[in-house]
């Protein structure tokens, strides 16, 4: 059999891809400058309030001499971010990640420049104060904004705007980490909601150029340099445990924080001064054990070091993780990588000393990244997060088998994600699954109908009413063709407007010098179906091309019903199409047994 060949290439591109590209690079750059920038300001504040020191250079929070005052900290920042985003801007709430995603799907990817200046100032102060969050979630927002913001000054559409956003979200995550691939991954996993070219380009080069720039501003090199030996099949085994600890984990500290966030909100006080109230609780973790202060990439080091008694983190696992759950759940400003990193890590030290198989720094690092893909839903960005972060190659089988187990037990346990449910709570559904669109798959030239019966232009109204809409009316409108070029389309409703009116005698002068909307036999089914849907049509005379209009065949709305039959016999259809030999055997004795059933009857 001969098949027609397709001039149809992989993917939907054009030259419009490399203007999109070449300003992302320039965004890429400006996020890692912005990055760079919110490091300085989150050390300036750590200084400020615990130390009353202007300053910015490196000092840990934990080293504070404040005594019972450090409980004052939190809370004096926590009453400056309620009254930033009061009156400032209400979007500088939260950890980031869901409001770019808000932003991406329901906002046409358009963020103020409020955001852009009060997300990294509130983030700074929040963060400066002690409160237990990382600094890549207001990156990401940051970063989206900028992104956003430079788009807005370019004549382009709200796809590539939001390629932009992203492109300077995960610039910036990956200026604060060094981390380019997994933030490549994090775009593709949770940001873009597709997988093409026309984003993909942008944003890997976003990510390139802010990799290349940061070791200008920042340090170079993994942030936690670590090896560890290969893995056996008992290691193995440990590593499918260790997911599904990692998924406990994230089930229980995702549903403690919207537990949380309600008893907030039922709360008789404006939501002004919420974050002073988990600025308290921040505090008293904080005077309790110093170290969950802060974004704590010192004691990440340390866990996944094992540089820690099990009793210590135990102790300090329990107050990071109330100290988080609460003062995210006021509605403050910080991120939810670091914490889940530490917490993660933290876990791993307390479990890996009865998980048999492997060496006792591969736990911590483990349990970190599938917390982290568990809890985010996304284990592809969270084992190659891990693997920048620590350099640690060797690690990567046991990191796949614990993400996966995690981002399973998470997708089964969990409706939503840490990051989708905060936009449900706002009345929006998030689909978190990607598929290709049955109307991409197929042309229109595929489904359309060939065979169509044309009225004649220089035909009275009368006529063609009588001729086409009489008793043996075989279709609700038909095309209207001039010496082979297509003019309109006419049905029932319109002749009979024009013959009551007595405006026109030929069905030609309906038509006059409008441009009628058509669909080419190559474009894809979707294309099409946009197209129908923005004009209001139920159908489409099919042209060869847009200046000879060459009728060849016509598309309706039930056309485009038909590449869905595939699809149902994907998803729906369950066959068995091969069978073993035992079965065979059984089905050939159910047969004889019916048959001789049948004799004896």
């Known amino acids: 059999m001969v098949h027609k060949y397709s001039p149809r290439g992989d993917f939907a591109a054009n030259t419009r891809l490399l203007r999109i590209t070449a300003i992302a690079a320039v965004v890429g750059v400006l996020s890692t400058v912005t990055a760079y920038f919110l490091l300085l300001l989150i050390r300036f504040f750590t200084n400020l309030f615990f130390f009353q020191m202007l300053t910015t250079q490196v000092q840990p929070p934990s080293a504070n001499t404040l005594g019972l005052w450090v409980i004052v900290v939190p809370v004096a920042g926590g009453m400056i971010i309620g009254l930033l985003a009061r009156f400032g801007s209400e979007q500088i709430r939260g950890h980031g990640i869901p409001e770019a995603i808000e932003a991406i799907l329901f ?103 802010a990799g290349f720039v940061r070791p200008l501003l920042l340090d170079a090199g993994p942030l936690f340099a670590l090896q560890t030996p290969p893995i056996g099949v008992v290691g193995l085994l440990s590593c499918a445990v260790a997911g599904l600890a990692a998924g406990a984990l994230s089930w229980v500290l995702s549903s403690a924080l919207y537990k949380v966030e309600d008893l907030f909100g039922r709360l008789t006080i404006h939501w002004m001064w919420w974050p002073a109230l988990g600025g308290l609780t921040v505090g008293v973790g904080g005077y309790l054990q110093p170290r969950a202060l802060g974004v704590g990439y010192d004691v990440i080091g340390d866990l996944l070091q094992n540089h820690l008694a099990v009793q210590v983190v135990v102790a300090l696992l329990l107050c990071k993780a109330a100290m988080w759950v609460v003062a995210l759940g006021s509605g403050t400003s910080g991120g939810v990588l670091a914490p889940l990193l530490m917490m993660g890590a933290g876990l791993g030290v307390v479990l890996g000393p009865w998980l048999p198989g492997g060496h006792p ?51 089964l346990l969990m409706p939503r994600s840490i990051l989708t449910e905060k936009i449900a709570r706002r009345g929006y559904h998030i689909y978190r699954e990607y598929g290709i669109d049955p109307l991409e798959r197929h042309t229109v030239q595929e489904v359309m109908a060939h065979a169509v019966e044309t009225v004649a232009a220089q035909m009275s109204v009368c006529d063609a009413l009588f001729l086409y809409f009489g008793e043996h009316q075989t279709r609700r409108a038909f095309p209207v063709v001039e010496d082979g070029a297509f003019l309109g389309m006419v049905d029932r409703a319109l002749l009979l407007a024009q013959q009551q009116g007595g405006l026109v005698e030929r069905v030609s002068d309906l038509f006059g010098a409008n441009v009628p909307v058509v669909a080419l036999p190559g474009e894809s089914c979707r294309t099409v179906a946009t197209r129908m849907a923005v004009h209001g049509l139920e159908r489409l005379a099919v042209v060869t091309d847009a200046r000879s209009r060459r009728l060849v065949g016509i598309i309706s709305r039930s056309d485009l019903v038909k590449p869905s039959f595939d699809l149902y016999a994907e998803e729906q259809e369950h066959e068995t199409v091969r069978h073993t030999p035992l079965a065979a055997l059984k089905r050939r004795f159910v047969s004889v047994t019916d048959a001789s059933s049948n004799k004896v009857g």
């Open 107 to 209: 906002k046409k990817s358009k963020m103020s420049p409020k955001v852009a200046v009060l997300k990294p100032l509130s983030s700074g102060i929040a963060i400066g104060s002690g409160g237990p969050f990382g600094a890549e979630g207001p990156i990401v927002m940051t970063g989206g904004a900028l992104g956003s913001l430079i788009g807005q000054y370019f004549h382009i559409n709200g796809a590539e705007r939001k390629t932009l956003l992203v492109a300077g979200a995960v610039a910036g995550m990956t200026a604060v980490f060094g981390t380019p691939i997994a933030a490549v991954m994090l775009a593709i996993e949770l940001l873009l909601f597709e997988l093409r070219p026309r984003s993909l380009l942008p944003v890997a080069i976003a990510c390139a150029v």
């Open 361 to 411: 720094a591969l736990w911590p690092l483990v349990l970190m990244a599938a917390t982290l893909g568990g809890m985010m839903r996304a284990p592809i960005m969270s084992v190659m997060f891990a693997l920048e972060l620590t350099h640690d190659v060797q690690a990567l089988l046991p990191l796949l088998t614990a993400s996966s187990v995690a981002y399973g037990f998470t997708v």
